[in-house]
């Protein structure tokens, strides 16, 4: 029998709609070209944005759970506007899902992809850091999230990478607004402003320091210019073990091979 927590969060899921892929910032601005080299497009055999998703080693790239498809072909590096400029397109290796992932919604919407080669470090392409196994993000603290599509509510992509400043919003306050929230969550923006991210943006980071502490989960549905809810992020500090399994597992296996 289902409990009363999960029975109201999958009322609450029932009123999301579709959630829809690619990353749309809203009242944000172009993220400029110096910055944010660790910004990831997952993309498709048709080679069209799908998620987004942020470069962790060489050859790892971090992305929601929620994004796994069995089109998504290639990860492209190395450039903010996705029509122009010199960039890296690398085939994709292998997707590992966290293995207690169900659905987007309910919790662990985290993936790992794993590259068909090393990328090529320095030109327009980074790797950000991940917080310690341990974080204490402060309410209202101010980070980022960015990435490319939609800039309002039933508006269209753009080409060009944008970022935009959000606030962290404490646990408490944050499942008042989302009863049944699920475990290992940050939420950041939406609730009370009329920033963040809208249906999609799906794998992007939250980076708070520098540090990409968040992967882009969840919004509530169709109402990006003046949310009613707060956005959810998967917390990757809760992750961190077993990012840190798979990673080692992968070495061993390429030392191996």
Known sequence: MLSLQKILLLHVLACLGRLAHGSDIIHGTKAPENSMHYMASVQNNMGQHV???????????????HCNDSSLTYVVLGKHNLKNG??????IENKIIHEN??????GNDI?????????KLGHGVEIIQLPPAEINLKENQVCQVAGWGKTKTHGK??????????????????EEQWPGLPANVICAGGYNTTKGFCQGDSGGPLVCHGFAVGVVSFNYYKNCTYPNKPNIYTDISKYRKWIDEVLR???RLSKVI
């Open 157 to 174: 992509p753009v080409d060009e990478l944008r970022v935009v400043n959000v606030s962290v919003i404490t646990s408490k306050n944050c």
């Open 51 to 65: 998620c987004g998703g942020f470069l962790i080693t060489e050859d790892f790239v971090v992305s929601a759970a």
């Open 249 to 251: 597992k992968k070495k």
């Open 86 to 91: 010199n960039h890296q397109k690398i085939k």
């Open 111 to 119: 993936m790992l992809i794993k590259l068909s080669e090393k990328v």
């Open 101 to 106: 992932y169900q659905q987007v919604g309910l």
